[in-house]
């Protein structure tokens, strides 16, 4: 197969040249490549090729199927062009041991679709997990998402094991007794919308208890869903003195601040909340200076009925898997905020990376590509499963057109 005449991203810029992909790999790159006899030939004039997403932090409801069925979620996740998923642990039961990770891992995907797992740190008794049997089933990374770890000794074990097993520890860096206090951050919305507040610091504070910690022992501490400034600032004090941090943050923080909350809609209940508006332009400031590099979804489905109660008891989560790269175009990079280049390197090869996965254009790579047409303005449509996206009949400029899977065509809008 040849990809003709497109705009493809390489190592963060972009490049016009032709792509050729043999048995699931990219075999060459070059200008004016001519196809062999019956070689299938598509026009990618006038389109985008950058890396296949991969999200480093999905919701997949094995055992909560009435949420979303994973099969659904794997489906919205290649519209949404992406070949890869990190699971979160909140599954049910949850992925604490190798039994329950081993069977995440054998989840059915098309070919070329990857599923990473995170497994958990602390068990349901309140102990740390087996971390050393989660690692050598096959997980990549460790987490308690949804809750911070509490335990301060626990964290620290779970970093040490982490450092030694090489998994990320993604931290939902969230003091749970300050967070138990309300449901959105203390502002300016609390006070307007009369919903319980609790403070900012709540991430701060965690943040700083997790940068220590790592300090003391070297592991790669993943702050994932950042939501304030002073959180930002926070974890930019650790890195100047020397810790390991990096940072993911989700579309929803990118896009909403608080104010969204005078609409009482629970489709945009999401934890951690949003903050103000200088928080939302310090994270979107962040993504373009590179202080943050990733971006996760935080995909998290949910049924209407849970989803139709008051909001205060309403579950919190987004599922925008499918709709991710349409609306972030949309709202940073028509608006001149974030360029393309960085966006799309925020949600592909940087994830990848962090999740220890062989991404990106070039020879002998697995062929997982997105291709996207810009200047072509509709409506963001509904694609099955959990009906929690709030883009939904949103306009977006850009589409993903086609996405292909080692080397397959696993999607292509429209059919
Ligand atoms: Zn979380």
Redesign the pocket.
């Known amino acids: 197969m040849i990809l003709k005449n497109g705009t493809v991203l390489m190592n963060g810029a972009f490049e016009r040249f032709d792509i050729r992909i043999e048995n699931g790999v990219i075999s060459k790159g070059g200008h004016d490549l001519s196809p062999d006899e019956g070689e299938t030939v598509i026009d990618c004039q006038d389109k985008i090729i950058s890396p296949t997403f991969v999200d480093m932090h999905t919701h997949v409801r094995l055992g909560q199927e009435y949420k979303e069925d994973p099969q659904v979620t794997i489906r919205k996740a290649i519209k949404g062009g992406y070949c890869a998923l990190n699971v979160m642990p909140n599954t049910k039961p949850a992925l604490d041991c190798a039994p329950m990770v081993e069977r995440m891992l054998k989840t059915e995907a098309p070919e070329g679709f990857h599923i990473f797992v995170t497994g958990a740190i602390t068990n349901e008794n309140g102990t740390l997990a087996e971390t050393e049997d989660i690692a050598s089933a096959g997980a990549v990374a460790i987490s308690d998402?949804?809750h911070w770890t509490e335990n301060s000794f626990l964290f620290y074990q779970a970093l040490k094991y982490a450092k030694k097993h090489d998994l990320l520890v993604m931290d939902?860096a969230q003091d749970m007794n300050l967070f138990k206090s309300g449901k959105i951050y203390e502002g300016k919305a609390s006070f307007e919308t009369g919903l319980k507040g609790f403070p900012k610091a709540a991430e701060a504070s965690a943040i700083y208890r997790d940068g220590t910690l790592n300090a003391q022992v070297g592991s790669r501490l993943h702050i994932?869903?950042l939501s304030t400034l002073m959180g930002l600032e926070t974890a930019n004090a650790l890195k100047q003195i020397g810790v390991h941090v990096t940072m993911d943050v989700t579309p929803h923080h990118l896009i909403f601040d608080e104010s969204a909350y005078l609409s009482y809609d629970t489709n945009i209940k999401a934890?951690p909340p949003f903050g103000d508006e200088r928080d939302r332009k310090a994270l979107v400031h962040a993504l373009r200076s590179g202080e943050i590099t990733n971006i996760a979804t935080?995909h998290a489905p949910h049924s209407e009925p849970e989803k139709d109660q008051e909001w205060e008891d309403a579950p919190y989560g987004i599922a925008s898997i499918d709709s991710a790269f349409e609306v972030l175009y949309q709202e940073l990079v028509t608006t001149s905020l974030v360029p393309l280049e960085t966006l799309l390197t925020a949600m592909s090869t940087n994830p990848a990376y962090l999740l220890g996965m062989r991404h990106g254009i070039g020879i002998g790579n697995e062929a997982n590509l997105t291709i996207i047409k810009l200047n072509e303005p509709h409506a963001i449509s509904y694609e099955g499963g959990a009906k929690n996206n709030p883009y939904v009949g949103k306009e977006s400029s850009a589409v993903v057109t086609m996405v292909i899977l080692k080397g397959n065509v696993a999607y292509e809008y429209g059919k």
């Open positions: 998402d949804g939902h994932t869903h934890n935080d």
